[in-house]
């Protein structure tokens, strides 16, 4: 099966939020992969890997960075496929910085972006795209929701106790 | 044909901002229905909405919402499919209200959230999402990423002279 | 007796800032119940809570969330019954995410919202509320206000030693 | 008939906006008196004030004030009434000011924040306190919010069009 | 001889920051007292505090007070000595809502603001106003910026090995 | 009679905010002068001006800057008087980058900083300084609260009207 | 002669901002070219632009944008040459987003950033730089900076007057 | 050889961030000298050593400061050599103060302003600088752009195992 789903990062400091998402997708037995392409160290390779995505099968990206977040921001810029963005927590703005780089972008080229180390979002936003074109995993989807749900009503349960 | 995108608002004072989505899915010829649905003055509006959506044939639903901006968030409470939030400039705090209150979603429900007053961006992310289903549209996504390519470049030589 | 105050918070993980506002309620004498209502995992659940309160007798209504918080506003605009809304400091913005996606309301739907992490606050404004009804619990309100003077120059008395 | 709200601000600059917590008043046929009393300026006036309100029948204070905004947390000092306060915007930082100033109060004296420049919600707050020791007004804002949910739908039947 | 600065504050909490101006007093051999006034739980004892400053022969008050920090201004409200505010840095928003609600005050009531738990700056700007009346004093300000002078050489020569 | 308060600014576009610290002086009949000193065109002119500012007479200097607003702190570093730091109010950032830079001085080196474009407040700031030394100038300032204070029960009176 | 600046925008909307950079240059004999360059719209622009710019002979790059400003900082990834980056003001967040996207780069890739709308400065830094290599640009600054210091004094001694 | 870039701070508690300016300059060897400079304390002492920089052979000047950080600007006030400012990070807010006391600098005197605790990208951005005037220091920065991109893709092939 070919990879739905590319999950990059500017960092492997930023692995520790992103692999949210990988486990997520995991869960959802959706297909992806997941690396390391800096927006600023390794400008070339932003270009290239989002112009292979879509030849690879991937339908969505999903890409972490914090401070001046540029990766999702030319990821989109390099790719006419749907770019998540997750704005990673920095110890000196908290990740206001990122969430401004990813979201404030210019008429044309959107990035979904999602809250602040929001990664495991990320993939269920992922899967809500993939869900528009395959209705089993909008089913999925369907039960992910209902579970909460319920594990609500639990937790609730044990509160009122 | 189905609606394939619902566009939603809190106040028709939103209207003004929203309308630059429905103007881009009408370049786009994609077909869609825009009405006003408040969080808090409507709420099982909006669950009715929600749920009624999928049924109608949307595949993304457009949510704007200023201030304590519950609507998109709401409504990706209430449906499985892909929510994209657009945060409105307030005249008090600027739109960050609108974008903190949209975008730091709890983990589960994820809104895709687009810049302050970013209509025309939500449009073209609802594009690349129903690109995920359709190549077609795909393709016409990549005509207007070549097509904004362009117009850089010829304002460029307008510039340099 | 019936329950006069009614406690809901977004997430059990509210709880250890919530209680806060039970034990003020228990030392006032003033009966409550405490549950998890979760907005975005189980929007049904808050318009049942919000619209059955009234008939549990429940005269105000607390509600705590952080982040994109919306459970105070939701609640609002399912019930006529004040509602009295705690932002949950965040680890990321601090609450200032929550402050602003609770106080900033639109017109029509008020939250009345006390300082971040301020259950205990809350729980002070809910027996104000209640004392608009009832002399006996307005005059505990003035003790306590009383008390925590003589507390203030007991302190001032050991400082300026 | 008593008077059962008053309304104060720290300025006639105020005005403005304090004048829709009046006419909403008006509008649900409660009783209430407006004044300004400064808190720096005059701030023997906010003490005689708030000591004499519950003797005048008053059951709730709003108060508006912009900036250093001390008068809704002084008011709140100096009586056992539930005190609403109104964060009037400024030139200089768009409210933030007032808004923190208003409803970050310590521990045993909590302020009932609405939005900035909330006036009209202040007024409805006022209204739902009433409402726990009067039915009627409880009946009143329940009525007010159907209306408001009616216009909402009118609103949509002419945005769709 | 009479106590010359009066140090007051909102609660013992603020003690390990306030301290630091009693020590540098203490270092000046400038006579003080120092106590605990809050505005919100005893506003009575701010303004007898502030009438009766003058007849004791405080020449100049240092309030610090955290979050919606009314303790300088409601001083400088009732007394026409300087009034120097020390906004405490707070656990939630990090003493920014401290430093509006005391920097932000209307015309006409100043308050002298020193930075976010500047209690040794305070108790500096409390000399220098002391300074003009008092030659003596102004002199020993004069010696203690040379000597913080000789210092910083001090420190530059051992970075410079 | 000797010039007793200095008022500088950085640039004469800072005129129209600092001229209101000149017309209160007037009022009061404190002698002043006020002239333009940049701390970043002119620096030796800052040191220049802070040292010959003692043997003119001038007991407190009043200095307004906006941006990265060193000028206060710069005075400051130059002279044992008291510095009072007025925030300019700036097109970009509001004044928020004005007021950091002049509140937050380091250890040892204080500015008596007032409200953004408050340069009223700051001569106010000034007189009552002046008046440690000066029991006169100490009356005047009390009167000038008692007029204050009268306005605003005339303002109340037509209020209520 | 060859060029020694380029300057690029991300828009021709920043312009206005960015032309005080050309005119500076222009006024002090260095010569540029001015471009539009959008890092989003045209990414292989930014990378051809920057890859280039050294064998024009261009020495310093000074790149403006605004919002999520990538501008600057996939410039400074694709070339060794220093680059500045001007945040341009906007109508939501007045820049503060353009500042941060623009100063907060990660290790390794820094961006030189002047203030928001700074273009001007953006040209005295560039002239600074191409100084480090040419005494004669270097004592243009110098000469510069002494009529700055010129000009103060005349409007000091105006408003003196 | 002659020192070419000279690093100073306002205090010995910002070396353990400013020695990585040190340890990459000593990485290209490139010569320079660090030393402790207060604007505040030691207010001549900036003005000398800006004045002396020149002469000592210095091309560029690398200034970190926290808070009300003065010693960038005041260093740029007094020399015409490019200066770096390092906004230090500080436990109050986080060096949003510092950032915008170094960043927001009036037209006429730029300082080149990297991010929060930026003291590597300090040295990058002096090295850039002197590349200006030095083909071999040029080509160290571009031989240092390509390990930076080797060590990207070492890292990605571990994170993709």
């Keep these: 099966m070919s990879v739905k789903v590319g999950i990059i990062m500017?960092?492997?400091s930023d692995l520790p939020v992103m692999k949210?998402?990988?486990?997520?997708?995991?869960?959802?037995?959706?297909?992806?992969?997941?690396?390391?392409?800096?927006?600023?160290?390794?400008?070339?390779?932003v270009a290239n890997y989002a112009e292979?995505?879509?030849d690879k099968g991937i339908d969505v990206i999903i890409a972490g960075a914090g401070g001046a977040a540029h990766l999702p921001g030319m990821t989109?810029?390099?790719t006419s496929l749907p770019v998540i963005g997750v704005p990673i927590k920095t110890s000196k703005l908290s990740g206001v910085d990122s969430l401004y780089?990813?979201?404030?972008?210019?008429?044309?080229v959107p990035v979904a972006?999602?809250?602040?180390?929001?990664?495991?979002?990320?993939?269920?936003l992922a899967i809500?795209?993939?869900?528009?074109?395959?209705?089993?995993?909008?089913?999925?989807?369907?039960?992910y929701k209902s579970e909460m749900a319920e594990q609500v009503k639990e937790t609730a349960a044990e509160v009122e106790e």
Tied chains: 1, 2, 3, 4, 5, 6, 7, 8.
Aim: proline share 3%.
């Design 113 to 124: 972006t999602v809250g602040i180390n929001g990664a495991k979002n990320a993939a269920l």
């Design 20 to 45: 949210d998402a990988a486990e997520l997708l995991e869960a959802f037995e959706i297909s992806y992969e997941l690396t390391v392409v800096s927006a600023h160290r390794t400008p070339k390779r």
């Design 76 to 78: 989109a810029a390099e």
């Design 101 to 108: 780089s990813i979201v404030q972008m210019p008429g044309g």
């Design 10 to 12: 500017g960092s492997d």
């Design 128 to 143: 809500q795209m993939l869900g528009v074109a395959d209705n089993n995993i909008r089913q999925q989807m369907k039960d």
């Design 52 to 54: 292979q995505a879509e």
